[in-house]
């Protein structure tokens, strides 16, 4: 019995090695491979394990692999990241480039981040270097005698060259939950650009209906206009077929209280604006290369709440914790 059991966890540990093998082993046939070296990053705060799966999943969308080292075919680049500041984090990036036999380098100050974020920072600002050096390939013809790049690095080309849409504009159902009582539902029509490539700034427009909300002398219904601005940062690549969205934005709704009163009491309808500020997350699916499937969470709080009273006491209104959600379709232009 000791002996199977011997024989199982050999077998599992041969196995473990082999996957281990799999994921390290670089540079297989039609598969280009980029090597990943640092120096000096550990004592500065900055984990390598995480740089090394952060900037491999980046250019996993690119099908291009990240090892720190190879076997069979040679890298396409060698990316260096090191530290270079005495006091916080300033990391050097480095790309060797083999398919255009270019150099370049980058600084990131990353003292600004929190440390969640700098991993992602990283494996971004290695994915524009890398980008950048590519592109010459369509900027200029190769030597006769140089190798043919490998095919998904000419595809990398091909997609910075394409134009990629700057502008949205969509409609989303939404709901919003808020602590001092409102709920609503309704619909948004929306507009964004995008300045740079991972930013995207919107506007929206909004139609609200609360649920009823039961008060001591009757009941109360509300409607709602709301107006808001955000913007929104891509924590994946916005070419991809699906992907991940910081998100933040301040509304102004305009909410109106209508009250049903009971017999003996006396309605007193009202209108108020709030201003509601939120963050959270936003992921969309493409159904096309001009269309795509929205979604977003947001947790926020009114920075100037509103309320409906009945007798003096609060019944219902635009206060507290909020949480906000809805779905959509966007098209792209």
């Given at each position: 019995?000791?002996?199977?059991?011997?024989?199982?966890?050999?077998?599992?540990?041969?196995?473990?090695?082999?996957?281990?093998?799999?994921?390290?082993?670089?540079?297989?046939?039609?598969?280009?491979?980029?090597?990943?070296?640092?120096?000096?990053?550990?004592?500065?705060?900055?984990?390598?394990?995480?740089?090394?799966?952060?900037?491999?999943?980046?250019?996993?969308?690119?099908?291009?692999?990240?090892?720190?080292?190879?076997?069979?075919?040679?890298?396409?680049?060698?990316?260096?990241?090191?530290?270079?500041?005495?006091?916080?984090?300033?990391?050097?990036?480095?790309?060797?480039?083999?398919?255009?036999?270019?150099?370049?380098?980058?600084?990131?100050?990353?003292?600004?981040?929190?440390?969640?974020?700098?991993?992602?920072?990283?494996?971004?600002?290695?994915?524009?270097?890398?980008?950048?050096?590519?592109?010459?390939?369509?900027?200029?013809?190769?030597?006769?005698?140089?190798?043919?790049?490998?095919?998904?690095?000419?595809?990398?080309?091909?997609?910075?060259?394409?134009?990629?849409?700057?502008?949205?504009?969509?409609?989303?159902?939404?709901?919003?939950?808020?602590?001092?009582?409102?709920?609503?539902?309704?619909?948004?029509?929306?507009?964004?650009?995008?300045?740079?490539?991972?930013?995207?700034?919107?506007?929206?427009?909004?139609?609200?209906?609360?649920?009823?909300?039961?008060?001591?002398?009757?009941?109360?219904?509300?409607?709602?206009?709301?107006?808001?601005?955000?913007?929104?940062?891509?924590?994946?690549?916005?070419?991809?077929?699906?992907?991940?969205?910081?998100?933040?934005?301040?509304?102004?709704?305009?909410?109106?209280?209508?009250?049903?009163?009971?017999?003996?009491a006396v309605e007193h309808p009202?209108?108020?604006?709030?201003?509601?500020?939120?963050?959270?997350?936003?992921?969309?699916?493409a159904l096309g290369p001009a269309?795509?499937?929205?979604?977003?969470?947001?947790?926020?709080?009114?920075?100037?709440?509103?309320?409906?009273?009945?007798?003096?006491?609060?019944?219902?209104?635009?206060?507290?914790?909020?949480?906000?959600?809805?779905?959509?379709?966007?098209?792209?232009?």
């Amino acid at each position: 019995m000791a002996a199977t059991a011997a024989s199982v966890a050999m077998v599992l540990a041969s196995s473990l090695a082999t996957a281990d093998a799999r994921v390290d082993a670089c540079g297989a046939p039609g598969r280009p491979w980029i090597r990943l070296e640092t120096a000096a990053i550990e004592p500065e705060g900055i984990d390598l394990a995480e740089v090394l799966r952060h900037v491999r999943a980046e250019l996993a969308m690119r099908h291009i692999d990240v090892c720190t080292e190879g076997s069979g075919s040679p890298p396409s680049a060698s990316v260096r990241i090191a530290t270079t500041a005495t006091e916080g984090v300033e990391i050097a990036i480095d790309v060797r480039d083999a398919v255009t036999d270019k150099r370049l380098s980058r600084t990131l100050d990353l003292r600004t981040l929190p440390p969640d974020a700098r991993f992602l920072a990283i494996a971004v600002a290695t994915d524009e270097l890398l980008r950048a050096s590519w592109i010459e390939l369509a900027l200029r013809a190769p030597p006769p005698e140089a190798p043919r790049p490998p095919p998904a690095i000419l595809e990398v080309v091909q997609s910075d060259l394409k134009a990629e849409p700057r502008v949205e504009l969509g409609a989303q159902l939404a709901f919003e939950w808020y602590g001092g009582g409102q709920e609503h539902l309704g619909v948004d029509v929306r507009a964004g650009v995008r300045p740079v490539r991972r930013v995207t700034a919107f506007v929206r427009l909004g139609l609200r209906q609360g649920l009823v909300i039961a008060a001591p002398d009757g009941s109360v219904r509300s409607t709602a206009l709301l107006a808001g601005l955000g913007g929104r940062l891509a924590l994946t690549s916005p070419s991809g077929p699906g992907g991940l969205e910081m998100l933040g934005r301040v509304d102004a709704v305009r909410v109106s209280f209508l009250p049903t009163a009971d017999a003996g009491a006396v309605e007193h309808p009202n209108q108020a604006t709030a201003v509601v500020a939120a963050a959270g997350l936003a992921a969309w699916v493409a159904l096309g290369p001009a269309m795509r499937l929205v979604a977003d969470a947001t947790l926020g709080a009114p920075l100037r709440p509103v309320q409906a009273t009945d007798t003096g006491s609060q019944v219902t209104g635009v206060r507290g914790l909020t949480f906000a959600t809805g779905g959509g379709v966007v098209a792209l232009f």
